[in-house]
Nanobody, 121 residues
Framework: QLVESGGGLVQAGGSLRLSCAAS????????IAWFREVPGQEREGVLCFDRRDGSTNYADFVKGRFTMSRDNAEKTAYLQMNSLNLEDTAVYYCAAGYYCRGFRGYEIDYWGQGTQVSVSS
């Protein structure tokens, strides 16, 4: 399973770092994607690290603000979110899958439980 942490309430312009820890496996063989979901809307891709070529693709609305990293043991992935704005309020999900198409992950094997990020004015 994937266990997420790090969500919370932050003021606009602030930063948060989300963690996504793998339990019982490593992320070494997986592409890693982050999604977000607002109630009443479809879950949307935020970024995707493609294991096949080592590239990371970002949705336009997070480019230059969000970055993804992994620890050396490849047990935990992180989503660093800077310059947060009101539109970033959502539940954020990490996912371990087989490939990316652009900034979305596909053939997902594992999902995190989701963590709420709320941005206030």
């Amino acid at each position: 399973q994937l266990v997420e942490s790090g969500g919370g309430l932050v003021q606009a312009g602030g930063s948060l770092r989300l963690s996504c820890a793998a339990s019982g496996f490593t992320l070494k063989q997986y592409s890693i994607a982050w999604f977000r979901e607002v109630p009443g809307q479809e879950r949307e891709g935020v970024l995707c690290f493609d294991r096949r070529d080592g590239s990371t693709n970002y949705a336009d609305f997070v480019k230059g603000r969000f970055t993804m990293s992994r620890d050396n043991a490849e047990k935990t992935a992180y989503l660093q979110m800077n310059s947060l704005n009101l539109e970033d309020t959502a539940v954020y999900y990490c996912a371990a899958g087989y490939y990316c198409r652009g900034f979305r992950g596909y053939e997902i094997d594992y999902w995190g439980q989701g963590t709420q990020v709320s941005v206030s004015s």
